[in-house]
């Protein structure tokens, strides 16, 4: 845990009784952009709010859309239903906010993931540098592949998602100049939740030479893992740990601590702040990698844990990009 990340939790607690007293008549709601399922990412939000309620002494309510126009409804129906705090993941929220906080200016609106320009007072951010995160996860590729060709799957072609897929392939350059770099993504229909077009994706790369493969598909993510058991390659993947479902198949993961920023916010905004936003990268301890803890890779079931000189480099860099030895460029901005 970075002296950064230390500061807000001690902050936090510091503020713990009398947030508590503010916030024990108070409601959060956490609207998901999709199901939650098998999908990490929501589920950490699931988590978060949960985490935040018990902190501060708030009911809690989860509405799951399932539909483009389940958010905008759950989103009404969590200010109909008395919300003090709103919570939404993801940019499938940024035009909805927009309206509802000016509709809704006693509510507490906080966009997890995202951000939107010309913010209200009543509307607040969490966002990450996702793209450091995935960089580490490029020059574990980088130094293990053997066919100097790697890969990385994604949701959907949009300029955020690009914090995964040019973070990853800047990492693997930075250690293998020379190494092909395959990017494709699930488009369709369902992008964030088609295991079936996920793997399709990571079946073609590998045929096509990929030895190793980064998932940044969301709830597709378990149709690259099988493709990944099928086919005999191995992947990184993202948000959480998901070694011990799949044992022997994923090296690293690019993880996001979206549960801890959502505290962390949520207490920020019970303080009375206005246009809360907070940027979390690896020096902030809001992403990371398994790498990274040293002390707990051989129990993450990882198996990063065979390849001590790679998460000694992932290491070295991380620390190099916290104490701003080596600068990224955020890809979402080229």
Same mark, same amino acid.
């Given at each position: ?43 950490? +939000? ?6 935040? #309620?018990?902190?501060? #002494? ?18 009404? =129906? ?72 790697? +890969? ?57 030479? =990929? ?6 598909? =969301? ?8 493709? @990944? ?31 801890? @920023? ?55 860099? @991380?620390?190099?990009?916290?104490? #701003? ?10």
């Amino acid at each position: 845990m970075t002296q950064t990340w230390k500061s807000l939790v001690v902050a936090g607690a510091m503020s713990l009784a009398a947030s508590t007293a503010i916030a024990q008549d108070k409601m959060f709601v956490y609207v998901s952009p999709d199901p939650i399922g098998v999908n990490a990412f929501l589920k950490m +939000g699931q988590t978060g709010i949960e985490a935040a #309620g018990a902190k501060y #002494g708030a009911s809690v309510k989860t509405f799951e859309s399932k539909t483009a126009a389940e958010r905008v409804e759950n989103v009404n =129906a969590a200010v109909n239903e008395g919300a003090d705090i709103v919570v939404m993941l993801g940019f499938e929220f940024n035009d909805i906010v927009k309206e509802a906080a000016a509709t809704a200016p006693d509510v507490e609106f906080l966009i997890v993931d995202q951000c939107i320009d010309d913010r209200p007072a009543n509307v607040h951010c969490a966002v990450f540098r996702e793209y450091e995160a995935s960089y580490l996860m490029g020059v574990a590729a980088g130094m293990l592949t053997q066919s100097n060709k790697v +890969g990385v799957v994604g949701a959907l072609d949009i300029p955020f998602l690009h914090r995964y897929t040019d973070g990853y392939a800047q990492g693997v350059k930075s250690v293998k100049p020379d190494a092909e770099v395959d990017i494709r993504w699930v488009g369709g229909e369902n992008p964030f939740a088609d295991p079936v077009r996920a793997k399709e994706q990571a079946v073609a790369m590998n045929a096509a030479g =990929a030895d190793f493969i980064y998932t940044a598909t =969301a709830g597709g993510d378990f149709g690259v893992f099988e493709a @990944a058991k099928e086919k005999n390659f191995k992947v990184f993947s993202v948000d959480v740990n998901h070694c011990p479902e799949v044992p022997g198949i994923i090296i690293d993961q690019s993880l996001k601590q979206v549960d801890n @920023a959502l505290v962390a916010a949520v207490g920020a905004i019970l303080e009375g702040q206005d246009s809360v936003f907070m940027a979390l990268g690896i020096k902030e301890g809001g992403v990371g990698a398994i790498a990274l803890n040293e002390a707990g890779i051989a129990d993450s079931k990882c198996l990063i844990a065979d390849h001590p000189d790679v998460a000694a480099k992932m290491r070295e860099v @991380a620390g190099q990009i916290a104490d #701003g030895t080596l600068t990224l460029k955020d890809p979402m901005f080229p």
